[in-house]
C-alpha cells in the first residue's frame, strides 16, 4: 500500500487509509485535504472514487482552478490573472503558425484540457496532415492499459496519442474506412468511447469528461455515414456554380457590347428616326426575350442603369 497521498505527496495518516475509503482504482490513496478540495468541486466524485484514476483526480482539482478565472482557453493571446493578480499567458506571440491553428481549433471545440496533455498537443503539429482539422478532441485513458494520452477525431480518421517521457511516441490510429461503428457510456463523471473495427477489434478509451464521448461519437459518425463529406461536396458544388454564373455574366455583357451590328442589341443610329420606325428589322419573339434576359442581367450586375435598360428594352420590343 502507498505510505504517501498520490496528488500532495503528504505522508498519509490512519485516518486517510481507514477501511480503503480514500483508495482509487489505480491503486493510489489521496489525503483527506486533496480528498475534500476535489469533492468541493464535485461532489460526484465521494460516490465514485474507486472508479477514478490519479490522472482524472488532477484533471477534475486542475478544472476547478481554471474554472475560479472565467475558464480560459489556450488559444493564442488569452490570458487571465491568478489569485496574486499576476498575468499569465497561453498559446505563442508573433507570427501564426501551425500549432496556433490547431489551439484555435480545439477552443473552436469547446474542449477542456488539463496542462498534462500540453505535450500532447503540441505534438499535433507532427500527427495532422497539412490539410486535416480536428472535428473532436478529449483527454482519456486506454481501457485497459491506462495509458493516459489525448484522442481526437479529424475528417479522416480517430487517433489515440500518448508523448512519452523519453520523448517517444505512442500512437493508435483508426480510419473511417475500417470502422464498423462507435457508441458511448456517460457516467456522473466520466463517459466511455468504445471503437468497433470491420476486423472485429474493439478499441475502449475512458475520457475524463462525460460529454466528450458523445461528442465523438457524433463526428465520426457524420463522416462515417458520408453526411459530412456531402455537406463538404454540396459547399464545393455551389461555389463552382457561382464561379459559372459569374463567368457566364461577364461573358454575356462582354458578347452583348461586342456583337455585329446586325446582330447587337444597342441598333446603330445610322439612319433618321423616320427610317429607323419604318426600317426596323423584324426578330423572332424567341431571340428579343433572349436579349432581354441578358439586358436584365447587365442592369443586375451594375453595368447598365435604370434609363439605359429601358431604353434598349424599349428598342428590342420594337423589334418584336
Given at each position: 500500500?502507498?505510505?504517501?497521498?498520490?496528488?500532495?505527496?503528504?505522508?498519509?495518516?490512519?485516518?486517510?487509509?481507514?477501511?480503503?475509503?480514500?483508495?482509487?482504482?489505480?491503486?493510489?490513496?489521496?489525503?483527506?485535504?486533496?480528498?475534500?478540495?476535489?469533492?468541493?468541486?464535485?461532489?460526484?466524485?465521494?460516490?465514485?472514487?474507486?472508479?477514478?484514476?490519479?490522472?482524472?483526480?488532477?484533471?477534475?482539482?486542475?478544472?476547478?482552478?481554471?474554472?475560479?478565472?472565467?475558464?480560459?482557453?489556450?488559444?493564442?493571446?488569452?490570458?487571465?490573472?491568478?489569485?496574486?493578480?499576476?498575468?499569465?499567458?497561453?498559446?505563442?506571440?508573433?507570427?501564426?503558425?501551425?500549432?496556433?491553428?490547431?489551439?484555435?481549433?480545439?477552443?473552436?471545440?469547446?474542449?477542456?484540457?488539463?496542462?498534462?496533455?500540453?505535450?500532447?498537443?503540441?505534438?499535433?503539429?507532427?500527427?495532422?496532415?497539412?490539410?486535416?482539422?480536428?472535428?473532436?478532441?478529449?483527454?482519456?485513458?486506454?481501457?485497459?492499459?491506462?495509458?493516459?494520452?489525448?484522442?481526437?477525431?479529424?475528417?479522416?480518421?480517430?487517433?489515440?496519442?500518448?508523448?512519452?517521457?523519453?520523448?517517444?511516441?505512442?500512437?493508435?490510429?483508426?480510419?473511417?474506412?475500417?470502422i464498423a461503428s462507435v457508441e458511448h457510456i456517460e457516467s456522473l463523471l466520466y463517459s466511455t468511447l468504445k471503437i468497433y473495427t470491420k476486423s472485429?477489434?474493439?478499441?475502449?478509451?475512458?475520457?475524463?469528461?462525460?460529454?466528450?464521448?458523445?461528442?465523438?461519437?457524433?463526428?465520426?459518425?457524420?463522416?462515417?455515414s458520408g453526411s459530412a463529406n456531402r455537406s463538404d461536396k454540396q459547399q464545393q458544388q455551389q461555389q463552382q456554380q457561382q464561379q459559372q454564373q459569374?463567368?457566364?455574366?461577364?461573358?454575356?455583357?462582354?458578347?452583348i457590347y461586342n456583337l455585329p451590328v446586325s446582330e447587337s442589341v444597342f441598333p446603330q443610329n445610322t439612319l433618321t428616326p423616320a427610317a429607323q420606325?419604318?426600317?426596323?428589322?423584324?426578330?423572332?419573339?424567341?431571340?428579343?426575350?433572349?436579349?432581354?434576359?441578358?439586358?436584365?442581367?447587365?442592369?443586375?450586375?451594375?453595368?447598365?442603369?435604370?434609363?439605359?435598360?429601358?431604353?434598349?428594352?424599349?428598342?428590342?420590343?420594337?423589334?418584336?
Amino acid at each position: 500500500m502507498n505510505n504517501i497521498c498520490g496528488l500532495c505527496g503528504a505522508p498519509l495518516t490512519s485516518l486517510d487509509t481507514l477501511l480503503g475509503g480514500n483508495r482509487l482504482a489505480d491503486g493510489h490513496f489521496l489525503c483527506n485535504k486533496c480528498l475534500n478540495e476535489a469533492t468541493d468541486i464535485n461532489k460526484d466524485i465521494v460516490d465514485n472514487l474507486g472508479q477514478l484514476f490519479l490522472p482524472e483526480i488532477r484533471g477534475i482539482i486542475l478544472q476547478g482552478k481554471i474554472g475560479e478565472f472565467d475558464k480560459p482557453t489556450i488559444s493564442q493571446g488569452s490570458e487571465f490573472k491568478d489569485a496574486q493578480n499576476q498575468t499569465q499567458s497561453f498559446g505563442f506571440g508573433g507570427a501564426v503558425t501551425r500549432l496556433d491553428i490547431i489551439q484555435d481549433q480545439i477552443v473552436a471545440l469547446n474542449a477542456r484540457l488539463s496542462v498534462f496533455v500540453d505535450a500532447e498537443v503540441k505534438e499535433l503539429v507532427n500527427v495532422l496532415d497539412e490539410n486535416e482539422k480536428l472535428t473532436a478532441i478529449a483527454e482519456g485513458l486506454t481501457v485497459p492499459d491506462k495509458v493516459e494520452g489525448l484522442i481526437f477525431a479529424s475528417q479522416k480518421r480517430v487517433v489515440f496519442i500518448d508523448k512519452k517521457f523519453f520523448g517517444n511516441i505512442q500512437q493508435n490510429e483508426y480510419l473511417y474506412q475500417n470502422i464498423a461503428s462507435v457508441e458511448h457510456i456517460e457516467s456522473l463523471l466520466y463517459s466511455t468511447l468504445k471503437i468497433y473495427t470491420k476486423s472485429g477489434s474493439c478499441a475502449e478509451f475512458k475520457l475524463h469528461n462525460k460529454n466528450d464521448a458523445r461528442n465523438f461519437c457524433n463526428a465520426v459518425n457524420a463522416y462515417i455515414s458520408g453526411s459530412a463529406n456531402r455537406s463538404d461536396k454540396q459547399q464545393q458544388q455551389q461555389q463552382q456554380q457561382q464561379q459559372q454564373q459569374q463567368q457566364q455574366i461577364q461573358a454575356t455583357s462582354f458578347n452583348i457590347y461586342n456583337l455585329p451590328v446586325s446582330e447587337s442589341v444597342f441598333p446603330q443610329n445610322t439612319l433618321t428616326p423616320a427610317a429607323q420606325n419604318s426600317e426596323v428589322k423584324k426578330e423572332s419573339p424567341e431571340i428579343i426575350f433572349e436579349q432581354l434576359e441578358k439586358l436584365g442581367k447587365l442592369r443586375e450586375t451594375g453595368i447598365l442603369t435604370e434609363q439605359e435598360f429601358a431604353e434598349q428594352k424599349k428598342k428590342l420590343l420594337e423589334r418584336l
